[in-house]
């Protein structure tokens, strides 16, 4: 069967290439890749220039956004609508353009009397293009406040032609005396939060007060603000200044507050530029590792037997192992309570696992494949290179870290793509103590080994191939981990189309149920069980929120809506299920009561309902996985944002900024009465539980840290992005 595994792996790439497709998605492909003749021949066969996606996409938009000018001529020429918008984002082909960084073609498309000269003006003065500057002017179609903050731009920028060419028009352009207009009030709920300056560290907070936004800054009166277009306001008492919210499409990202032909900016809280926005106010003062501590630290746990770390974040996703004795502070550069140390080669950002005297770990590893980045980024673009891997298991010793035995499950290459923040092995391992799953989407394959490496069964599921729901073509990588319900390994496998979730045997590979998502596209999250007075329940994040039968994989019911990038594991307190997720528009939390049936969506305007215990619409957190420990609810943002709430009751009890900023991907875990939060930059910060944010101290790696710490017998096993950590005394 080794021998074979190479010829299915090819001969499943090659159906993959070969599979048919619609004459509309053949056109989508043929623009993204900018085939011109196939363009034209699909169009003279019939297919309309216009034809879309499902959320609105049209072949001139992905033709903008991937640079191919010769195409987009071609698709105008033929009668493409310029002013098309995405359902989700609300961009046009000229903003698709602009986020490809194209402003030749996104200059074409104002040409040919596509809105959004204010968007080519702005990315014309960043570029140093005058003439792209005086194009963006000679349409007229810039008004005086877009005008202002242009001009604000353009002083920045530094380039002083181009300075006085937009000073000048500004001058020359008379305010109008902006209209009221009624603006729905879940739109201008979407507006909520708090905004910073990049430059002076000045915030300012936007909230809905039930009939107006309300926006204020630090010391000042709060200003009521009027809508005189969906993104455009004027205060109450201050006509002549503005207010202008904007991002990509329908993504608020940041604020202008224009005054005459000047603007300050401010960017939104864990959204474009920003690193180091202000935490909104909490309902208690948030202590720092500043204010005085304690005289004790009244919840510490007793040591206890040694407990598994069996799977992502331990049992069940929860992230919690009290008892173990784990350290709070440590020095990796000298090595002060660090035990050891072990390198493993490629890319780390599953997890570790352990059991007994054995620490596990995968990886995915080529010489030619090494590159990754960190840092908030809006960034899409996949790594490309698709080079030979070998992906490999590894057993170490928990007590020395030495390499035990090492397993190269299959080499060759990958089928799918990696976001530069991913690996081509992303989902952490899993076991029962007898058998040990690892899951490698990137080739379709899940090995199975016992606890002395030695080979159980190996299942191929076909290439996972998960990424942008708006464009296929950008693979990000699966990194959904297999979970163990008794005797089966349960696997959510979502991804561009054919979504699935299947069950199989743990100790044969035979798959035992599969059931089929086709309504979900690419997902990250990890399953959890949940169990109520009519048993357990499997929930599942993604578009929809959705609960199965984990013995039989029948739907239980589903909820809406979610974020349309889930990446959060769900968590368990009690018979709730709580699962978020952080993609705008759409970033909720629900608390779940097991049990539910059917479709339990809220109704517009209620947070509450029989089957929902609590929520919040727009608090939801975007990659790390959510945690509760004793009573109280965790999220953490991947800007470093930490909000805690009641779980049972979901009041939120604070909001603080975990160090000094920078960026999270890694889930929090817990022990002893201390959460233990790693960031990218390497720092893993300890902070007490409870209802005051108190930061103990902070830990330097020395190494990005993209996976999810694991905790056991006074050991704290950490994954660098090169090696494996074991901290304890």
Not at 450 to 466: E, F, K, R, Y
Request: a neutral charge.
């Amino acid at each position: 069967m080794r021998q074979l595994l190479p010829l299915i792996l090819l001969l499943s790439a090659t159906l993959l290439a070969q599979s048919p497709a619609s004459d509309a998605e053949s056109l989508f492909e043929a623009a993204r890749t900018g085939n011109r003749a196939r363009v034209a021949a699909l169009l003279d066969a019939g297919t309309s220039v216009n034809t879309a996606t499902k959320y609105g996409v049209s072949a001139l938009g992905f033709a903008a956004e991937r640079g191919h000018l010769d195409v987009v001529r071609l698709l105008v020429e033929r009668g493409a609508d310029v002013t098309l918008t995405d359902s989700f984002y609300g961009s046009r082909a000229l903003d698709m353009a602009l986020r490809g960084g194209h402003l030749d073609i996104a200059l074409y498309l104002l040409e040919h009397k596509s809105p959004g000269a204010a968007s080519v003006l702005n990315a014309a003065i960043r570029r140093r293009s005058a003439d792209g500057v005086k194009a963006a002017l000679a349409t007229k179609q810039v008004d005086a406040t877009a005008l202002a903050t242009a001009n604000t731009i353009a002083t920045q920028a530094g380039d002083v032609a181009i300075a006085a060419m937009v000073k000048a028009a500004a001058d020359a352009t008379p305010a109008v005396v902006p209209v009221p207009i009624t603006v729905a009030s879940a739109l201008l709920r979407s507006y909520e939060g708090a905004y910073q300056n990049a430059v002076t560290g000045a915030g300012v907070s936007v909230a809905f007060d039930g009939a107006r936004l309300v926006l204020t800054a630090d010391g000042q009166t709060p200003l009521r603000l009027q809508p005189t277009e969906e993104r455009r306001f004027m205060a109450d008492d201050a006509p002549e200044l503005g207010v202008v919210f904007a991002g990509r499409g329908g993504i608020i990202e940041r604020l202008s507050i224009v005054r005459g032909t000047s603007s300050v900016r401010y960017e939104r809280e864990g959204f474009g530029d920003a690193t180091s926005a202000a935490p909104e106010p909490s309902a208690a003062a948030p202590r720092t590792s500043a204010t005085p501590r304690p005289n004790a630290d009244p919840v510490t746990a007793a040591r206890t037997a040694p407990l598994p770390w069996p799977s992502f974040r331990g049992a069940n996703a929860a992230g919690v192992a009290d008892g173990q004795g784990v350290v709070p502070e440590w020095d990796a550069a000298t090595g002060r309570n660090v035990k050891w140390k072990t390198a493993i080669p490629g890319l780390a950002t599953s997890s570790p696992i352990t059991w007994g005297d054995r620490v596990i770990v995968v990886s995915a590893a080529s010489d030619e494949d090494t590159s990754f980045r960190t840092g908030l980024t809006g960034d899409i673009t996949p790594i490309a290179t698709l080079p030979t891997h070998t992906f490999r298991v590894y057993s170490l010793d928990r007590a020395t870290g030495n390499v035990g035995w090492q397993r190269d499950a299959f080499v060759g290459k990958p089928i799918t793509k990696r976001h530069f923040k991913s690996s081509q092995a992303n989902a952490t391992p899993v076991t029962n103590g007898t058998h040990i799953v690892a899951l490698f989407g990137s080739i379709g394959l899940m090995v199975c080994y016992d606890m002395n490496g030695t080979l159980v069964w190996q299942q191929q599921i076909g290439a996972l191939d998960s990424g942008w729901f708006l464009d296929p073509s950008y693979q990000w990588g699966h990194s959904s981990s297999p979970v163990i319900y008794k005797g089966s390994v349960i696997v959510q496998a979502d991804q561009h189309k054919g979504s699935f979730l299947a069950a199989f045997d743990v100790a044969s590979g035979k798959q035992l149920w599969r059931t089929e998502r086709p309504d979900e596209v690419s997902t990250w999250a990890t399953p959890a069980i949940v169990t109520g007075t009519k048993g357990d329940e499997l929930v599942t994040n993604g578009t929809k929120v959705r609960g199965y039968d984990p013995a039989t994989g029948a739907l239980l019911w589903t909820l809406a809506p979610n974020s349309e990038i889930a990446i959060g594991s769900p968590v368990v307190h009690g018979s709730l299920a709580i699962v978020t997720a952080g993609y705008p528009p759409v970033r909720p939390v629900y608390a779940v009561r097991a049990g539910a049936r059917g479709d339990i969506s809220l109704p517009a305007g209620r947070t509450t309902s029989e089957a929902i215990a609590w929520s919040h619409d727009r608090d939801g957190t975007y990659i790390s996985s959510p945690i509760v420990y004793r009573g109280q609810l965790y999220t953490l943002n991947n800007n470093g944002i930490l909000t805690a709430y009641d779980a049972t009751t979901g009041e939120r009890l604070y909001r603080a900024r975990v160090g000094g900023g920078g960026a999270f991907s890694a889930s929090p875990v817990a022990s002893d009465g201390r959460l233990y939060i790693a960031s990218e930059d390497g720092d893993v910060f300890v902070v007490q539980a409870g209802r005051e944010y108190l930061e103990l101290g902070k830990n330097p790696m020395g190494q990005v840290i993209m996976a999810s710490p694991a905790i056991s017998d006074g050991l704290l096993i950490i994954r660098t992005l090169s090696h494996v950590w074991a901290i304890g005394r």
